[in-house]
């Protein structure tokens, strides 16, 4: 089951929103506008579904979400799903998908992260789908800083393609803008400087592996199950290993440490040749931290670890394609990530 990459997005390809979790609330429907209308002006047509409500944790009926998302991902018509962002429950989904006739149908990228991880990763382990692990459609009428790819880039690009990111040197470290009263903001506020960080030992890193990851929070719920079986992928998809990436919605460092060492024991960082894991807006503990978390329980892994990457929900975004070829370096002199979709 070799890796399976949508056909690249082309001017008049529709994009599909749905919400697969959580919806939009009204006094945020503003914001929602502006970011259709940002993918509209890059020429493709925008299909808004019906499970988009937002007044509670989630948009609709587990069967209706599922069933809407399906729609959208068996048409052929459509070229991308997008959510406006991920959520709390999207892994109610998982048995009522249809997962053969995802396999079957033409690939149709899938985008986002958070809540989303529960549905795109299971898609590229269960299908070979390439997912695109990246900025949602409420984030992407931000302007990416110098070094950094919209979501938007990487699904125009062809099979093939090969692009390097390179991290900007700053971040966000405090809440996200109001959109109700600034619908319109386009311009990140990157106001604390900050660079990728080894966590295992001092020296350079150079590793290779077919990238594949989510949000630990999301995912770890899915160990045992078949939706979060790496290995295997592994084994048939990725002989020469993994580049596994993590990142943290906002847990503190003591939840973090267990479901990372349950992630573990689970086997998701079997192959892995080196482990990158993402800027955490989480707290730590009055014995614990982020990084000693993550230390704790991936350093038996004997392999290098590199945080404070910009792959989660710490603005600003660098989109990663689930099942896509990666190379990660990292010297004095360099911090880069290098895909190639093929």
Do not use: K
């Not at 529960?118 to 900025?135: E, F, I, Q, R, S």
């Not at 990111?165 to 990140?188: E, I, K, N």
């Not at 045992?224 to 906002?250: M, Q, T, W």
């Not at 998701?268 to 000693?292: C, I, K, M, W, Y």
Request: glycine share 10%.
């Amino acid at each position: 089951m070799p890796i399976r990459y949508p056909q690249p997005l082309r001017p008049g390809d529709r994009v599909g929103v749905t919400s697969p979790s959580t919806g939009v609330p009204e006094e945020l429907r503003a914001r929602l506008e502006v970011a259709v209308a940002d993918v509209e002006a890059r020429g493709y047509e925008v299909v808004t579904g019906a499970c988009m409500d937002g007044s509670g944790h989630v948009s609709a009926p587990a069967a209706e979400r599922a069933r809407e998302l399906m729609s959208m991902m068996t048409d052929p018509a459509v070229r991308a799903v997008v959510p406006p962002w991920g959520g709390e429950t999207a892994i109610d989904l998982l048995p009522l998908l249809d997962w053969d006739a995802l396999r079957e149908a033409e690939p149709t990228w899938l985008v986002g992260y958070s809540d989303m991880s529960t549905v795109m990763t299971p898609l590229t382990l269960l299908t070979g789908t390439a997912t695109l692990h990246g900025n949602n459609l409420m984030d992407t009428p931000y302007r990416p800083p110098e070094g950094l790819l919209s979501w938007l880039d990487i699904a125009a690009a062809p099979r093939g393609h090969r692009f390097t990111q390179t991290p900007p040197g700053r971040h966000r470290a405090s809440g996200r803008d109001d959109w109700a009263a600034r619908p319109g903001v386009r311009d990140l506020t990157l106001d604390t400087p900050g660079r990728w960080t080894r966590l295992d030992a001092d020296g350079d890193v150079e590793a290779e592996g077919r990238l594949i990851g989510g949000c630990i929070e999301t995912l770890s719920n899915l160990t045992g199950s078949p939706y979060l079986d790496v290995s295997a992928f592994a084994r048939a998809e990725a002989p020469e290993g993994l580049l596994v990436y993590v990142e943290a919605g906002g847990d503190d460092a003591l939840e973090i440490c267990r479901n990372l060492h349950g992630m573990r024991l689970a086997g998701v960082f079997d192959h892995a040749n080196a482990v990158l894991v993402g800027r955490s807006p989480g707290p730590g503990t009055p014995s614990l931290t982020q990084h000693e978390a993550v230390l704790e329980a991936l350093g038996p892994l004997g392999v290098p670890i590199v945080a404070d990457v910009e792959c989660g929900h710490v603005p600003p975004y660098l989109p990663l394609v689930n099942g896509a070829r990666g190379r990660l370096v990292l010297t004095p002199e360099r911090a880069e990530v290098t895909q190639t979709l093929d």
